[in-house]
């Protein structure tokens, strides 16, 4: 997994504009509006919302599909697509962007940045399988002849240790075919499980479906992402109970959470097998292949097979980072190959220790000689190199102000347009050193100094006491805790017990528990005068940290979400105050000072939101709602499916004599997608009939989204377009609660304008249904045309056989081939009449034909066109194993209705 650390996602200078897959960092980075994006797993996405507005992101068309997918369809807006081979230049940084192909999955890419005024490239991986043919990409032959010199590589070190040598590809994938032919010899009649990610992995279960001869079976959300990354094969299904389906992708868990859900009464692996094989009685064995870099073992091409259950659940185990990562030979290969001047690595990286043996893994393949710390830059081939005696003469006299060489502040002019903004008693420091060259400086600044300016540049005289004096009480300040209770090494719980061991399937218990060592830091805390933020405080009373304490250990860079401006400070750096109290030296701070720094901390009391009210005082009998994710897919729904107005009523109970008017109350009779007729009642509180509605009774269905904005005409939240006293109406489809000024001005004082009319047959049945009296006005101009003889087509103008089926216009009466009138609808895109160009209406049904029902309501699909027969779910929620939540939660309800304890 990535490592998540400030000092390892941020790029450093002359590139700390630019940040590679550290979406957790938005705010301990605010000023960098440059962030790019590797692939789409996870690991690499986490922190990425939908409310990104840190800047722009690079990534590749691939990776662009799946984010907008996964995560939110407006990050779209906020995506520069950048595919490998690819370069662009970022005028803001002055730097050239480059993308190549990282081998890791589908979208996958290297980033490859070089600053133009200082000619510094960096290379960062991501996560990458540097096999042969990465290496020898044409974009890095420059680095490879060394052309040209690179002067860091950010290095994705997952399997950095020398004993992960993993077979090729190749290998692996031969490997996995002849474990499957095995085991159809030994039972033809097997299932196959593989495990695999998102993405990524295909290779793997392309070779067991090779080798098997069979189908495989991929869960929709999982079809869906094969698509998005154009690797669907004909070979793939998403019918589990197609016959010829012999390989199901997950692993021996995720296929039986996909059959059975996650009802895990067996232990192990192999329990869960058998319960997958009792449900699937057309196989008589299962075997799970567990394809992942973890199940190397030296000298051996795959891990033993474990069989049970008398042999009909079997395991293996195969080493193939076909994630794919690169093995610690690949990654020495690739280093050798570039010759960096330094290796950064990125994963398994957390520490300062860990990324410097990392990095002293690598230090044969680098280029040492710019790393004043290490003797590589003073010895070349056992020998010392030629000393440059007046440089170091320059070097001893830049001590001596006397001596110092006066320097033209034109050249420090110079040289900080090129660094940026820094002391000019630094810059002049530079090229003094650098004999008044300005390349010399740069060369320095960027390679030795890590392009950081020394911290002495900036010391300034103290001012009375500092933040790091003893004497400080810091009364005041806001302090928060991070950390789990067993990391706080000085501060231990008051339990002495040890923690209960926690058994299976029991949830991780919390980080800080009461009484924890948390706890008593905030304890000290408090003592010493500062405000703290609660353990359990959410929301309002949550105060914004200034300062956080964390174990001792602890590097800044691993704080997630951390703000720029607070103050990380250690379990240590605590403890000095805490005894200098104890001790007597400091006296606790007057309770009276605390108070006025508490009610100090929490701010201005917030102002309350003005009151809801309509013209004549009259307050909304609910909160106002504002626009979400869930109501914009909703109204989604109601604009692209297909629903009609079947009829509108006017149910408002007038009283006469009344001194005030009634609530108003209008019924729309909407045709859904199916044919179903639901109610949508228009009044203070709306409702629907529809199921969603009765079930959630608080929420928007679609059904009264249609009404709102294609029967009343409300304007959208993102309708620019519409006037000021319609914008003031925008907010009116989401609420719960209607006042009478908002019911009055959209049902009664606007003017009515076309609304999607059911066809006039559905209409009738509809009232027939409902025991109205139908009355026939010759003038309706949706009058239903008599049919015209029957003759010839209207499109191939060939008459009509016996056999053949035929339609005609509801419209104009003319007659089509059923076959003619669908192609002349695929030729126009659109179901409208070759000659009068009218909507297509379906010919009239009998006027005495029976009203179908389903469940439970009036059903007029056979009167109106363009109704489908099965709703579209494409468009529902899934959860994480491709079922759509509205047939979880009905499954759950018939389960439960069927139970034995149920009334």
């Known amino acids: 997994m990535a490592t998540q650390h400030a000092d390892v996602k941020r790029l450093r200078a002359p590139f700390d504009g630019f940040v590679v897959d550290g979406f957790n960092f938005t705010k301990t980075f605010p000023g960098c509006r440059h962030w790019l994006l590797t692939h789409a797993h996870s690991d690499h996405t986490c922190g990425l919302s939908g409310g990104f507005d840190a800047g722009t992101i690079y990534c590749s068309e691939i990776t662009k599909r799946l984010v907008t997918r996964d995560v939110s369809a407006r990050l779209g807006e906020r995506m520069v697509v950048i595919n490998a081979g690819a370069s662009l230049h970022i005028e803001e940084l002055s730097t050239t962007l480059t993308a190549l ?170 329990g869960e097998l058998k319960k997958l094989l009792d449900s699937q009685p057309r196989y008589e064995a299962v075997v799970s292949l567990r394809c992942t870099g973890w199940e190397y073992r030296p000298g051996k091409a795959s891990s033993a097979v474990w069989a049970e ?94 001596s110092e060489v006066e320097v033209d502040p034109a050249l420090v002019e110079q040289l900080r347009a090129i660094i940026g903004e820094a002391p000019q008693d630094y810059c002049a420091r530079l090229l003094r050193d650098a004999s008044l060259k300005i390349d010399g400086a740069v060369d320095v600044h960027f390679g030795a100094n890590q392009g950081a300016v020394p911290r002495e540049y900036y010391v300034t005289a103290k001012e009375g006491p500092s933040e790091d004096d003893d004497r400080d009480l810091l009364v005041g300040a806001v302090f928060a805790v991070r950390g789990r209770d067993e990391d706080f090494k000085l501060f231990k719980g008051s339990s002495r017990e040890p923690p209960p061991k926690r058994a299976r399937g029991m949830p991780r218990p919390k980080a800080q528990q009461p009484g924890g060592a948390a706890d008593r830091v905030r304890a000290r805390l408090k003592q010493l005068g500062a405000c703290v933020v609660e353990r359990d405080a959410k929301g309002a009373k949550k105060l914004a940290p200034t300062h956080v304490i964390v174990p001792e250990g602890t590097e800044k860079g691993q704080l997630i979400g951390l703000d720029v401006l607070v103050r990380v400070r250690t379990e240590s750096w605590l403890i000095k105050r805490c005894r200098a109290l104890d001790a007597g030296a400091l006296a606790p701070p007057p309770r009276e000072v605390v108070e ?197 087509c209207t499109v191939c103008f060939e008459g009509f056989r016996d056999d053949a089926t035929h339609d005609f216009c509801g419209a104009c009466g003319r007659n089509y081939h059923e076959a003619c009138r669908d192609r002349w609808f695929t030729f126009k895109k659109a179901r409208v009449c070759a000659v009068c160009a009218a909507p297509w209406r379906a010919a009239p049904v009998a006027p005495d034909a029976a009203v179908a029902r389903e469940e439970g309501y009036v059903n007029l699909r056979a009167f109106q066109p363009d109704v489908a027969s099965e709703r579209d779910a494409s468009s529902y929620a899934q959860n994480d194993r491709g079922e759509r939540w509205v047939d979880v939660h009905a499954d759950r309800a018939a389960a439960k209705a069927t139970s034995p304890g149920a009334p």
Not at 142 to 170: E, G, H, I, S
Not at 231 to 260: E, F, H, K
């Open 101 to 270: 192909d990282a081998g890791h999955c589908p979208g996958s890419l290297l980033f490859l940045l070089e600053h133009g005024p200082t000619k510094l490239c960096v290379l960062h991986t991501g996560d990458m399988r540097a096999s042969e043919h990465i290496r020898n990409q044409p974009l890095l032959a420059p680095f490879r002849d060394k052309t040209k010199k690179l002067d860091a590589l950010y290095l994705d070190t997952t399997y950095a240790n020398p004993k992960y040598d993993f077979p090729a590809q190749v290998d692996a994938c031969d490997e996995i075919k002849r474990i499957v032919r095995e085991e159809l010899r030994r039972e033809p009649k097997t299932l196959f499980l593989c495990n695999t990610y998102s993405v990524g992995k295909e290779n793997a279960f392309d070779a067991v479906v090779d080798a098997s001869g069979g189908t495989l079976f991929v869960p929709p959300r999982r079809a869906e992402a094969l698509r998005l990354c154009d690797r669907w094969r004909a070979c793939y299904t998403n019918d589990v109970n197609d016959p010829q389906v012999n390989v199901w992708v997950g692993g021996a868990t995720s296929g039986v959470d996909q059959a059975l859900g996650r009802d895990r009464d067996q232990k192990g692996p192999h």
């Open 309 to 402: 259950n008398d042999g009909c659940t079997r395991t293996y185990g195969v080493p193939y980072s076909i994630t794919p990562h690169s093995s610690f030979l690949e990654l020495d290969a690739f280093v050798r190959a570039l010759c960096p001047r330094e290796v950064v690595p990125t994963v398994n990286a957390s520490t300062r220790d860990r990324r410097d043996k990392l990095r002293d893994l690598f230090s044969p393949g680098t280029d040492l000689k710019r790393d004043k710390g290490r003797m590589d830059a003073y010895l070349k081939g056992g020998a010392l190199e030629a000393v440059d005696v007046q440089r170091q003469k320059r070097l001893l006299a830049s001590f001596s102000k006397a």
């Open 596 to 792: 006025l720094a508490a009610k100090k901390a929490q701010g201005p009391p917030k102002e309350k939101a003005p009151p809801d009210k309509g013209p004549r005082g009259e307050t909304r009998a609910g909160p106002r709602r504002r626009r979400t994710r869930e109501t914009d897919a909703n109204s989604h729904r109601a604009l692209s499916e297909t629903m009609y107005l079947v009829e509108r009523r006017d149910e408002t109970r007038r009283v006469p004599g009344a001194c005030r008017a009634p609530p108003l109350r209008h019924v729309f009779a909407v045709l859904g997608s199916t044919g179903n007729v639901y109610d949508v009642a228009i009044q203070k509180e709306p409702s629907c009939s529809c199921p969603y509605a009765v079930s959630h009774p608080t929420k928007v269905c679609k059904h009264r989204y249609f009404v709102w904005y294609r029967v009343l005409k409300i304007p959208r939240d993102d309708d620019q377009r519409c006037s000021e006293a319609d914008a003031t109406l925008k907010h009116v489809p989401h609420q719960r609660y209607l006042r009478r000024d908002e019911l009055q001005t959209v049902l009664v004082d606007r003017v009515a304008s076309a609304a999607p009319m059911a066809s006039r047959a559905a209409r009738d049945a509809y009232r027939r249904a409902s025991g109205d009296v139908i009355d026939v006005d010759a003038s309706d101009e949706e009058r239903e045309v008599p049919r015209r003889p029957l003759d010839e």
